[in-house]
């Protein structure tokens, strides 16, 4: 991964919306590159969607049934059959469906197709939207031909009631425009069933793995507790976002943890399957939960990152603000061919453009150099990864046919410049995508009155305010006549929260991932509100 920095100039319109366009390509971003869902989900699953004769399983049958097989977060198979009833295929269902009699009399029953469909679900999860439904009618299906089927389903409402608790509707047509999801058939089972596969996608992109695997795990079972702590403890953390804190017995912090269900990822680390000795050992110790709401998942993971930073928990991994940082300098040598040098960049220096990429220690930089000459077959020697950079000696990579000589002349420069450029153009110079500093609205849609106001300034995290005046004592006010985003006056939070306007990396990293997705920011109800400093007379 690498990591990449710039501040702006003011962009014009045309340029900002290029700007945008290219900033999803990015590779520093760690965007999905290709349809693999998140490995937080269960290994193995089966998406599955019945259509029916009705709603009742015990005399309804199923007339279709349609399913997407996934191994390691990989589609390897879609299926789909339609089943005889051998009953009335009632009118509303084929004006639902538009499943015409014809198209079931002579297919198999299901008795025909249920060794088949139960080759395809053993040892995977089952996943369904509303999975009670679908669960009963299979089960059913199943003890008719004379088969006992049992499962514990995944049920992908829940799942987006779980993750996006700031939406009312769950249904599958609701979450279909939710993401703007392309459909053919409505109602047909494979044509849903592969809604839940693009649903789960989106959510892979929006999620970090610990959150989709916390959820999955509420959903499929519930763990035991740590022998030294109440059930209380759980009972009262919310089922939205924020940050929580472990303490053992005598009041000593453990850890620091975010999510945007508390509840759920609390319970997430008390999962009797976690192999990890550290998470074992930290269980054992567990004796109080705290907890701070935040309005959405943007909040809490800079809160997170920033009292890691200041309180030192015991089993976090440590969390410091670094003074430097490395980049990559592009220099063009005395025979045309472009080089590499890592160099310092100073994170108080806010004023001069950055070049290429932007990591936390010179050997960071170098691992990542290793891979861009492995993919883009750059010359070692050329990248000062090997020898002397200006002996004309062919380097030891072009014996092996990963160099094409550019170090003894033998690739002429235009063809490995060309490379070379190809290969920063994912590390290019980050710009700030706005005229100057911002305030970021956060508030959760289902608890107006929960809201929080971030001043940030070319990726820089200035301060957390709970009043909106708040922002001219900082020096700055409302660019233009914009109408002042509301809030509460009664808060008692600190104004100043998390206040630090040094350059934080890890912090950079959050604000990054959010500001340029667009659908991270609506599905987190953040608003931009442009501001200017104020000048004093």
Same mark, same amino acid.
């Given at each position: 991964?690498?990591?990449?920095?710039?501040?702006?100039?003011?962009?014009?319109?045309?340029?900002?919306?290029?700007?945008?366009?290219?900033?999803?390509? /990015?590779?520093?971003?760690?965007?999905?590159?290709?349809?693999?869902? &998140?490995?937080?989900?269960? @290994?193995?699953?089966?998406?599955?969607?019945?259509?029916?004769?009705? =709603?009742?399983?015990?005399?309804?049958?199923?007339?279709?049934?349609?399913?997407?097989?996934? @191994?390691?977060?990989? /589609?390897?198979?879609?299926?789909?059959?339609?089943?005889?009833?051998?009953?009335?295929?009632?009118?509303?269902?084929?004006?639902?469906?538009?499943?015409?009699?014809?198209?079931?009399?002579? %297919?198999?029953?299901?008795?025909?197709?249920?060794?088949?469909? !139960?080759? *395809?679900?053993?040892?995977?999860?089952?996943?369904?939207?509303?999975?009670?439904?679908?669960?009963?009618?299979?089960?059913?299906?199943?003890?008719?031909?004379?088969?006992?089927?049992?499962?514990?389903?995944?049920?992908?409402? *829940?799942?987006s009631r779980n993750l996006?608790?700031?939406?009312?509707?769950?249904? /599958?047509?609701?979450?279909?425009?939710?993401?703007?999801?392309?459909?053919?058939?409505?109602?047909?089972?494979?044509?849903?069933?592969?809604?839940?596969?693009?649903?789960? $996608?989106?959510? &892979?992109?929006?999620?970090?793995?610990? @959150?989709?695997? %916390?959820?999955?795990?509420?959903?499929?079972?519930?763990? &035991?507790?740590?022998?030294?702590?109440?059930?209380?403890?759980?009972?009262?953390?919310?089922?939205?976002?924020?940050?929580?804190?472990?303490?053992?017995?005598?009041?000593?912090?453990?850890?620091?943890? +975010?999510?945007?269900?508390?509840?759920?990822?609390?319970?997430?680390?008390?999962?009797?399957?976690? +192999?990890?000795?550290?998470?074992? #050992?930290?269980?054992?110790?567990?004796?109080?939960?705290?907890?701070?709401?935040?309005?959405?998942?943007?909040?809490?993971?800079?809160?997170?990152?920033? #009292?890691?930073?200041?309180?030192?928990?015991?089993?976090?991994?440590?969390?410091?603000?670094?003074? +430097?940082?490395?980049?990559?300098?592009?220099?063009?040598?005395?025979?045309?061919?472009?080089?590499?040098?890592?160099?310092?960049?100073?994170?108080?220096?806010?004023?001069?453009?950055?070049?290429?990429?932007?990591?936390?220690?010179?050997? $960071? %930089?170098?691992?990542?150099?290793?891979?861009?000459?492995?993919?883009?077959f750059l010359c070692h020697?050329? !990248?000062?990864?090997?020898?002397?950079?200006?002996?004309?000696?062919p380097c030891f990579r072009?014996?092996?046919?990963?160099?094409?000589?550019?170090?003894?002349?033998?690739?002429?420069?235009?063809?490995?410049?060309?490379?070379?450029?190809?290969?920063?153009?994912?590390?290019?110079?980050?710009?700030?995508?706005?005229?100057?500093?911002?305030?970021?609205?956060?508030?959760?849609?289902?608890?107006?009155?929960?809201?929080?106001?971030?001043?940030?300034?070319?990726?820089?995290?200035?301060?957390?305010?709970?009043?909106?005046?708040?922002?001219?004592?900082? =020096?700055?006010?409302?660019? =233009?006549?914009?109408?002042?985003?509301?809030?509460?006056?009664?808060? &008692?939070?600190?104004?100043?929260?998390?206040?630090?306007?040094?350059?934080?990396?890890?912090?950079?990293?959050?604000?990054?991932?959010?500001?340029?997705? #667009?659908?991270?920011?609506?599905?987190?109800?953040? +608003?931009?509100?442009?501001?200017? @400093?104020?000048?004093?007379?």
């Amino acid at each position: 991964m690498s990591y990449t920095l710039n501040y702006l100039c003011p962009l014009d319109n045309q340029k900002r919306a290029d700007l945008r366009n290219n900033l999803m390509q /990015l590779n520093w971003l760690d965007q999905p590159t290709s349809s693999r869902l &998140s490995s937080g989900f269960p @290994e193995a699953m089966v998406l599955l969607d019945c259509e029916t004769t009705g =709603g009742k399983a015990i005399y309804h049958r199923i007339i279709e049934i349609g399913l997407v097989v996934i @191994e390691n977060g990989e /589609l390897i198979e879609k299926w789909q059959t339609f089943i005889d009833p051998k009953i009335p295929l009632p009118p509303f269902i084929q004006r639902l469906t538009g499943i015409s009699p014809g198209m079931v009399n002579g %297919a198999p029953e299901f008795a025909d197709i249920a060794e088949e469909l !139960l080759s *395809k679900l053993k040892g995977r999860t089952l996943v369904a939207h509303n999975a009670r439904f679908d669960y009963s009618f299979l089960k059913n299906e199943f003890e008719r031909a004379g088969i006992t089927y049992n499962a514990k389903p995944l049920c992908s409402v *829940k799942f987006s009631r779980n993750l996006y608790p700031q939406f009312k509707r769950h249904g /599958l047509s609701q979450i279909i425009e939710r993401f703007d999801l392309k459909i053919e058939n409505r109602h047909r089972a494979l044509d849903d069933a592969e809604m839940i596969y693009q649903f789960f $996608q989106k959510s &892979s992109a929006l999620f970090s793995d610990d @959150e989709i695997a %916390a959820t999955c795990k509420t959903l499929l079972k519930r763990p &035991s507790l740590p022998t030294l702590l109440d059930a209380k403890e759980i009972e009262k953390l919310p089922a939205s976002a924020g940050v929580y804190y472990f303490y053992d017995q005598k009041g000593t912090l453990l850890y620091v943890g +975010k999510s945007v269900h508390i509840r759920n990822r609390v319970m997430s680390h008390f999962s009797s399957d976690h +192999k990890n000795p550290k998470d074992l #050992q930290m269980s054992t110790k567990i004796a109080h939960i705290d907890f701070e709401q935040t309005p959405s998942d943007f909040g809490a993971q800079i809160r997170e990152s920033n #009292q890691i930073k200041a309180l030192s928990p015991l089993y976090n991994r440590r969390l410091r603000k670094v003074k +430097k940082l490395f980049q990559y300098r592009s220099t063009e040598d005395s025979n045309g061919y472009l080089r590499l040098n890592i160099e310092t960049v100073e994170t108080e220096d806010t004023d001069v453009e950055q070049q290429f990429g932007l990591f936390r220690s010179p050997r $960071q %930089a170098t691992k990542q150099m290793e891979k861009l000459a492995d993919q883009y077959f750059l010359c070692h020697k050329l !990248l000062g990864l090997e020898g002397d950079r200006n002996s004309r000696q062919p380097c030891f990579r072009s014996q092996l046919k990963k160099c094409f000589g550019a170090c003894h002349g033998a690739e002429s420069s235009k063809n490995y410049n060309e490379r070379m450029t190809a290969a920063l153009k994912n590390y290019q110079i980050k710009l700030w995508p706005y005229h100057g500093p911002i305030l970021v609205e956060e508030r959760d849609p289902q608890s107006p009155d929960q809201v929080a106001f971030h001043i940030v300034d070319r990726w820089r995290y200035i301060a957390k305010l709970s009043i909106v005046d708040d922002i001219y004592d900082l =020096g700055y006010q409302l660019a =233009g006549d914009s109408s002042r985003p509301s809030h509460d006056e009664n808060s &008692s939070s600190d104004p100043r929260d998390d206040a630090d306007d040094r350059f934080d990396l890890d912090i950079y990293f959050i604000l990054v991932r959010f500001m340029v997705d #667009q659908d991270k920011m609506k599905m987190n109800n953040l +608003k931009v509100w442009p501001l200017v @400093e104020v000048v004093h007379e």
